[in-house]
Structure formats: C-alpha cells, structure tokens
C-alpha cells in the first residue's frame, strides 16, 4: 500500500474511478501513514474511525462522477466541521465542537471526499512557523526541529509528509503559501472573494482567503475548482464566471508577459534566493513567455501596513471569545475578572500581543494616525498592482526571502518573524491570487519556492503558468522520512 | 412663532434659563426577520428561542444584510423628508458585555443611510419644526437578567441582532411638551409607513435624552448630559425636568456641569451619573469587513417612495379641504393611523347623504369614551366602522335621536351589532308622524290645562315640561324637532 500515499490527487482520482482502487485502500493508506507520523503533531483532532466507515460506505455504492470520489483528506483545523472539534490552534476552542460545516468544507464533501482530521495551524492562524499552536508546534517533514512554516503548517507537513493526498489551509498574509515554500508543495492563495469564508475560524476578514495545498500544480487546480464557489452567506463573496481550473489547465503560455518587481529584490536577502529567482525567469523564457522589469513602488509599505490591518481587525474578530457562550472559560469574581482570566489564559502570546497592537491602532486619537493611513497605503498598493497589469499578466517573485528556519529561531524575535512574510502580504492586501510553487533547494537542501501572482479572478492564468513552470523546474521534494521509526 | 407666554423657562431669582434637548430614538425596523440573520424577532418569545449562530457569534459566523430592513429604513428617511444616502457604511461599535456576543455592535458611524431631514410638530401655539441629524440602522444587543438567580446574571439574546432605526434630532426641542409631541410624531410617521409598530411598552421606541441648560437669549449651546435608555415619553418629561433643574441649580451655585451619561431612576423621579466623559468607552468604530458598503440605486430609492402612503402632515391637509374639519379635528384624526384609517372608512361607508362633523363628534366623543373605558385601541374597536357609519346616518336621517343613538349604541358595543336592527328590534325609532304627535300632544294639554294657561299669561319656562312630557309619553321616540314646533303652534 506504500505507494498509494506517494500518489498524486488527480492519479487517485483516475484509480478509483478506474476501480483500481477503493476509496477503503485509499483511506486505509492514509491512516496508516498518519499513525505512523505522530511525531510530525501535524493533527490536533482525527476522526479515522469514521473516515474509515464512510470509505466503505462510499465503496459500497461509489458515485464516480463526483470530482473527489472516495478521497481522504485532512484540513486544517481552521474551518469548522459539524460535529468535529474545531480549536484553531487554540485553548480558547480547545472543547469546541461545531454543529454547522464551512461553506468550503462543504463543497470538498460534496464532491465525495472524506474527513480524516483537523491539521494543526498557528493559533488562530497567526504565525509564520506554527509554533503559537496550543497543541504544540509542528515538525517539518524536509528535517527534524525545522519549522513546516505557518499558519498552515499542519497542513503543509501533512501534505509534504504525505499524510492527506491534498489539503487545504488559509492565507491571510502568506499563510498557504509561505508553508508551501517551506516544504516543496504548492499553495495557492486565491482571488478574496473567491472562497467563502463562511464557516472558517475568523482572523482579518478583509485578508483571509481559504485554499488549497498539493503536491503538484494540477492537484491545486482540481481542488481549488472544488472549493472555490460563490456564497450568498458570505457577503464579501462575489459572484463570477469560475473555471474548469484542472480541465482548462494548460503549459503553453507563449506570449505571456510576465513583470518581475524590483522592490522585491530586499536590503540582505540571501544569494540563493535571488539565484533562485534568476532560475525562475530562465524558466519563464524558456517557457517561451516574456519577462518585464515592472514597479511596485509601495511595496517597502506593505508590512507595516498589513501589520495594522490585520491585527486591527483580529482585535474584534476574537472579541467573542470571551467565555460567556463556548470556548474556555476561566473562573473570576465578575464579568469583567472573567473575561481577562479567560482571555488571559485562553490566548497565547503571539495572539495576545496582536490584540494588544489592533486594539492600539484603532483607539481614538490614534485611528487617523494608525488604522486610517494603512488602509489609504493599501489602497496605494492596490494600485500598484492595477498599474503592473496594464504591463503584464502575472508577477514573478520569490515565495519567502529564505528557507525554512530551525524551531525556535525566532520565537523570541517577532519582527524578524513578521518579515517571513514580506513577499506574501502585498498579495493579500491587493486581494489578488498568488501561487507558490517548488523551484529548487537552497545549501542546506532544504525547499525554495517561486511565488506567481496574477490579476484578480485570473487563477486560470497564473495555475497556467506555474503548471508550465513546474515541468520545467521538475522539482523533486527530498523527504527522508526521518519521522518514521 | 412661540408665543412669550407659552416658552418653557427654568426661573432662579433674576434669571431665567432655556432648556435644549435633542433626542436619540431608538426605533426598532418592523421585520420578521433580524438585520443580518433569518431568526425571528417576535416579542414575548421563550428567552433565547429566536437565535441563530450569526445571532450568538458562532466562530466563523458572518452577517448578510436583510434588505427588507433596509427598505424600512430608507422608507422611514422619506417619512421623515430626509436625504437618502445611495452609499453606506456598516461599522463595529467595540465593547465588551455578557449581552453582546460579538463583541462588537453592527452600526453605522461615519456614513449612515439616511442624513439630514425634518419632521413638523403642531404646538398649541402654533407649528415648530425640528431638525433630524441623521438616522442609521445598527443591531440590538442581547438582554442580562439580574434578578432571576443572587449569584448569576442570565442573558437572553432573542433580542440580539434585532434591526433598529437610531432616529437622532438635532437640539432643536426645546421643552417636555415638545418632547412629548417630537415622539409622538414620529411614532406616528413610522406607524403611518409601517416601519416601526413604536410601542414603548414593549421596548420598540426608547430613546437617550441630551439636555442642557443656557440663560435665556443664550446663542451658546450649555454643556450637555446624555440620559440614556428612557422608554416611555412620560419619563423622558420628567427625566428633562429634573435634569433641567439639576443643571441650573449648579450653574447658580457657581459651578460647572459634566459631561456625562446619566440615568434616570424612574423611582426615585432623578437622574444620577452612569459615567463621566474620562470613563466614556472607546469604541474602535471601524468599517466592518464582513460587510461591503451598502448601495442602492436611485431607482430602488423611487421605488419606494412610489410605496409611501399619505403621511399625517399631508392627510391632515386633506382632511381639512376635503371634510371641511377643524385643524384640531384634524389632528386628533390623523395623529394615529388606526383612527385615522377608521375615521375614513366610516365616512366611506356613511354613502352619498352624509354628516362628517357628526362622525367626528362621535368618533372622537362616544367611541374613544368607550375604547377608554374598555382600554382598547381603536384597531380593536368593538364596533366596526361600518355599523359605525351606519349609526351616524340613522341619526341624520332622522330615524333615531342622538339621544335614543346612545342608547343603541351601548347595545352595537356586544357584538357589533348592526344599529338598523337594534333600532327596529327594539321599537326605538323615531315618532315623526305629525298626526300621531299632534293627537298626542293634545292629549297632554288636556290633562294639564291650568298650565297651559299660566304658559300663555307668560311663564314661558313651561314649555320645557310640555316637550319633557311629550317626549315622556311617546318612550323618547318622539321627534323633538316636530314636538316643539307642534306644541309652539297649539299653545
């Protein structure tokens, strides 16, 4: 069964609607290799009991026109799941159990999938290296103490560990794509607007966008054609002519003009990164489409500004957990001793200190100063982007300015955890689609990812081109599975 | 156009003080539905029985606009001859209480859907005109219960996400009286469109009262004090009126007035400091991102006002063209919708030959006597309009009396019975017969000649006993009309 769990989406897909094999072989494999990775701690929650029953379920009456027919898969434990202990990496959830599905859960069921858990993430999905996690951080799957990248960090080591086929995470400033980089797998950040956020774990409404995570470019395409729907419960939904994405797929981008961004070329980025980078634009060449030095001027802005943004908006978004409904509660002397007992102890640090920065930057007195300027800077951003595209059909960049780091590396020092993700963050501010894809390994052998980022509701293009990269870079994932005793 | 006389002054010594009110209404949007979930808004429900996951802020909830809320509150706008804002902005209100799940209040702050407007008030005195800053839709929080446990606060969150017009005035009242007739003017606008049912007692119209004091002839606006949460208009009198008197009695020992909120103690007749402005909270309003701004279109704003019934301003104008009424009449007439649409359905049914003033005196004689007694609204009204209408043309046709219409009218109240029924029934129409009188009539001059004679030597108060007697013979049914002039000619 070993090679089962080294198959890719769309080759299991075919094999089960081939009948060469069962959605019961398909599950069995995927437990299997999730028992034998605790040690990743990519799962806070599994529910492979019944992941198995519902696998024979599906196998006695398989319905082979759905897109996922009979597929395990784990998501990150963001996205609310009826009946299924939802925490976002959080003691404040640590006892919550959902009796509603997220839109986007929803649409991965419906199209015959099958829950094997919830992965672990950043709490509340604020981190870049899924240390915040209540339930401990994660071990990347590339090496031992090295950081699978945040938030989706469970998510991208189950994907890399190959504990889930495909996955899908959130990205509210990189965190798909960021994790993605780190392990060698894709990541796509689609278009805000593009995924319902109904029913996923709010962080910065105006920044989280659900997507999917795989091992190669077509499995992205597939799952993010699954998941990707509009939804009047969402009212930042919007409602557009979507793609085939996996059908329409295609490597010829000849002629396409694609901008390369020198602001993104930052004061002490690595060699490798910037080699790396060069390696992309040959690819892109080579691909027979164009590259052009284009301007995006705001971008030394964006950081700081996404670091307004979105603490801003976290502030409010996590003022419900307060012990009053669900969730942790901590005893007190009265209502207000409750809520700073229960906030103090249900909150981790990073959370905490990013209340702490959204509440400041909306004070009175300091919103003008702080809440406002970010939100006319992102605006410039914005524009920005709308300039390059009168130029160009998509952008290429690095994915992160480095590779994965060791586990505690930067625990003590936030800034410098923040500037992880100083790639990631303008896309999300824009509210554009950005893709990571895997395009070589650094000194050390650790992954290094291309970031792609397209106009608004252009997926099609930018999967397009990274589908044509990715025969060129024809990356191969080092996993030595040094988790597995 | 006040009149010095009737001006509402505070007199301490040699000075006199002028008080200036403006006014918050809270005015909950007449829908089945919550403002951004489907959950059902009926009042007196089982506590917590009207509450969605949006409602209860379930991680991952997100709110989506009930147009029909907005609707109402645009119509209201229109009522109110205010600017319709076509783009608007929802915010977070931030705080923190046991009642407000979300931590947050859905208001609108900066950019609300309604701007300025007016509304016109009928003082005795004449008309006054008061200006409306703005009104915005925002949620209702949820409700704590103190009193049911020693140890625990309950929260009841059927209320929570409940839509409410927030009505604000600008400081153009200026004393309870005018308090009085702003409230009831609005309560009757928004019961005219239909937005609003404002009954007070079930919390659908509350309102924070601003008040501040200025010496006469003052230019200068005083420092203010906010009364919040008043729900009924007679304690929002009695709130401005202690509070008036508060603010003057510092100014006159010298000292200085705080900006505040306060509340008023319905029991104690006083209002006492909430907290002081260093206390106010910080809200942290901030454009909600679940939300997009809200647009609507100028042909969705004509739309609606194609939908605007008359209003009370401009029927009352009607009624005093087109039934000739008094403005008092009017007033009475049109200031509740019910008796308004009542008072038009008689005159209806009361057909070609009809008396208006007549209706009027017994509509707002008779029938709000008996709904007074019977502590009823005149939706509820125990007789229908048309038996009503019937009853008045009984009366100016000469069939009954307005005298013997009284009695049947008390018989009409069991059951709405139909009064051309009561009448013949109960033999109670009408003698109008002249022969029939005239041999009555001689008859009762017979048995009382000495009398008679006194009456032609010129004890002229004798007539009155002749008609007593007369209508007394003939069971009150004699036409009184025909009796005097028949006993006039054979005395």
């Keep these: 069964m070993s090679d089962i769990i080294k198959q890719s989406l769309t080759e299991l897909v075919e094999n089960i609607k081939n009948k060469k094999l069962s959605s019961t072989d398909v599950t069995k494999a995927f437990i299997d290799r999730s028992e034998k990775s605790v040690e990743l701690n990519a799962y806070i929650t599994n529910d492979f009991t019944s992941a198995l029953e519902k696998a024979k379920k599906f196998d006695q009456k398989p319905n082979l026109d759905l897109k996922l027919p009979g597929i395990p898969m784990a998501v990150k434990d963001l996205f609310c799941t009826k009946d299924i202990k939802t925490t976002a990496g959080s003691k404040i959830l640590n006892n919550f159990v959902p009796t509603y599905e997220s839109t986007v859960t929803e649409n991965i069921w419906n199209e015959g999938a099958i829950l094997l858990g919830k992965l672990n993430c950043d709490e509340f999905a604020m981190g870049s290296s899924n240390e915040t996690s209540f339930f401990g951080n994660v071990q990347s799957p590339i090496d031992k103490n090295l950081v699978p990248g945040g938030s989706s960090g469970g998510s991208a080591s189950a994907v890399a560990g190959q504990l889930t086929p495909v996955t899908i995470g959130t990205d509210t400033g990189g965190s798909i794509r960021q994790p993605a980089s780190f392990t060698g797998i894709v990541g796509l950040k689609p278009t805000y607007g593009s995924c319902s956020r109904y029913g996923i774990v709010a962080f910065a409404s105006s920044l989280d966008q659900a997507g999917p995570m795989a091992q190669n470019v077509k499995d992205c395409a597939l799952l993010h054609e699954v998941i990707s729907s509009y939804d009047p419960k969402d009212s930042t939904s919007i409602d557009f002519k979507r793609n085939h994405y996996s059908k329409e797929l295609t490597n010829n981008i000849k002629g396409k003009k694609i901008g390369i961004p020198k602001e993104y070329r930052v004061d002490g980025m690595p060699k490798e990164i910037e080699d790396l980078w060069q390696k992309g634009i040959q690819y892109i060449k080579d691909c027979g489409a164009e590259t052009i030095d284009i301007s995006l001027p705001n971008t030394s802005y964006a950081l700081p500004t996404y670091y307004i943004v979105a603490p801003a908006e976290a502030s409010s978004n996590l003022a419900r957990y307060d012990g009053v409904k669900y969730g942790f509660r901590a005893k007190g002397e009265n209502l207000i001793d409750m809520y700073e007992k229960t906030r103090s102890e249900g909150f981790g640090a990073e959370v905490q200190r990013r209340i702490m920065i959204g509440t400041y930057v909306l004070s009175s007195g300091y919103y003008d100063a702080y809440y406002l300027k970010a939100q006319k800077v992102r605006k410039l951003i914005k524009n920005d982007f709308d300039e390059a595209y009168k130029k160009v059909d998509a952008i290429l960049t690095p994915s992160t300015p480095s590779s994965a780091f060791k586990i505690g590396e930067k625990t003590n020092d936030p800034v410098s955890m923040y500037l992880n993700d100083i790639f990631t963050v303008p896309v999300n501010l824009a509210g554009l689609p950005g893709i990571s894809i895997p395009a070589g390994h650094d000194t050390k052998g650790y992954p290094l990812g291309l970031q792609i980022i397209g106009k608004a509701f252009d997926e099609q293009n930018i999967l397009n081109i990274a589908y044509a990269m990715e025969e060129k870079i024809n990356f191969k994932n080092k996993i030595t599975d040094w988790w597995i005793k | ?491």
């Design chain 2, 1 to 491: 156009m006040s009149k010095k006389d009737s001006e509402y002054l505070i007199n301490r010594k040699d000075n006199q003080y002028e008080v200036v009110i403006g006014l918050e209404v809270h005015a909950q949007v007449l829908s089945e539905s919550k403002l951004f979930s489907t959950s059902a808004t009926k009042f007196g429900a089982e506590p917590n029985t009207q509450v969605s996951l949006v409602d209860a802020a379930f991680p991952g909830m997100l709110p989506v606009i009930n147009e029909f809320c907005v609707k109402q509150a645009i119509k209201t706008g229109i009522g109110l001859n205010a600017k319709i804002n076509k783009r608007s902005v929802f915010d977070r209100k931030n705080y923190f209480y046991a009642d407000l799940p979300q931590g947050y209040q859905i208001s609108q702050f900066k950019d609300p859907i309604v701007g300025e407007g007016k509304v016109i008030l009928d003082m005795p005195n004449g008309q006054k005109e008061v200006g409306i800053e703005r009104l915005h839709l925002e949620q209702d929080a949820g409700k704590s219960i103190h009193d049911l446990d020693p140890q625990n606060t309950f929260v009841d969150l059927n209320r929570s996400g409940v839509a409410l017009m927030e009505i604000v005035s600008k400081p153009d009242l200026r004393s309870p009286d005018e308090v009085n007739a702003y409230i009831k003017k609005l309560r009757s606008i928004m019961r005219y469109l239909g937005t609003c049912d404002g009954n007070m007692q079930e919390g659908s119209l509350r309102a924070d009262v601003n008040v501040s004091v200025r010496p006469k002839g003052s230019k200068e606006f005083g420092t203010r004090c906010e009364i919040k949460n008043v729900n009924s208009i007679k304690f929002m009198q009695m709130a401005i009126e202690y509070e008036a008197n508060r603010q003057v009695d510092l100014i006159e020992e010298g000292k200085t007035i705080d900006q505040e909120t306060r509340l008023f103690d319905t029991k104690k007749n006083e209002t006492r400091s909430m907290r002081s402005k260093e206390d106010a909270h910080d809200y942290r309003y901030f454009p909600d991102p679940d939300l997009l701004p809200l647009e609507v279109s100028e042909k969705f704003i004509e739309e609606l006002k194609n939908d605007i019934p008359e209003l009370p301003d401009d029927k009352k104008k009607r009624f005093i063209e087109e039934f000739k009424l008094s403005s008092y009449e009017a007033n009475i007439l049109v200031s509740d919708i019910d008796t308004a649409k009542y008072f038009e359905e008689v005159v209806a049914k009361m057909g070609k030959n009809k008396d208006i003033k007549l209706a009027v005196n017994w509509i707002t004689g008779e029938l709000f006597a008996i709904l007074n007694s019977k502590g009823l609204e005149i939706s509820q009204s125990p007789v229908s309009a048309k038996n009503f209408a019937i009853l008045i043309n009984l009366i100016k046709n000469g069939t009954i009396s307005g005298k013997i219409a009284k009695t049947v009218f008390e018989l009409m109240i069991d059951g709405d019975k139909d009064p051309q029924k009561i009448v013949e029934e109960k033999g109670l129409k009408q003698q109008s017969d002249p022969k029939a009188l005239e041999a009555l009539i001689d008859k009762i001059i017979n048995d009382n000649r000495e009398k008679a004679i006194e009456y032609k030597q010129g004890k002229e108060k004798l007539f009155g006993f002749f008609v007593g007697q007369a209508m007394k013979a003939s069971g009150g049914k004699a036409n009184p009309q025909l009796i005097n002039e028949i006993l006039k000619k054979k005395l």
